[in-house]
């Protein structure tokens, strides 16, 4: 675990220095309307964020297996009105709800880890697949962003 902890802080590290240089007109543009810019693609991560900050929560208290809930992604970012919201606003809030992620998960016993998740699909996978599946998913968008 200390290996996905160490890769989400070297994520964090390299996405706030790319946010905080490149030029805004760079992070606002939209190839088209129906795609994100890469200010929206930062609005779905902190939407990530907070929805697997609460399952991370929720895993660590509710009754096993953990019935993981999806959410609208596009709703969320449209909703969020992240083209709109000051770059400095949405960078500190993914930020933040990513700190406070990893203290919820450093250090976790063995047991917790093993803690049985059921995903939409009928999988049923442990805590740790979980979270792992977060960093991938926070690296795969931190790609779409910085390219």
């Known amino acids: 675990m200390k290996d996905t ?7 964090l590290a390299k996405g706030r220095e790319f946010l905080e240089n490149a030029p805004l007109e760079q992070i606002k543009y939209k190839v088209s309307e129906n795609k994100w810019s890469r200010k929206e693609i930062l609005g779905h ?8 900050l609460v399952r991370f929560m929720e895993i660590l208290s509710d009754e096993m297996p953990y019935r993981l ?3 609208d992604q596009d709703a969320w970012v449209r909703r969020g009105d992240y083209q ?14 990513n700190r406070r992620i ?14 049985e998740v059921l995903l939409g699909s009928g999988r049923i996978v442990d805590f740790r697949f979980l979270i792992k599946d977060y960093a991938d998913h926070m690296e795969h968008h931190l790609e779409q962003i910085i390219r």
């Open 102 to 115: 990893i203290r919820v998960i450093k250090g976790q016993k063995e047991e917790v880890l093993s803690r």
């Open 5 to 11: 902890i160490s890769r989400l802080e070297d994520l």
């Open 69 to 71: 809930r999806g959410y």
């Open 45 to 52: 991560l902190v939407d990530s964020g907070i929805n697997n």
């Open 84 to 97: 709109n919201v000051p770059l400095p606003e949405v960078l500190e809030l993914w930020l933040l709800i």
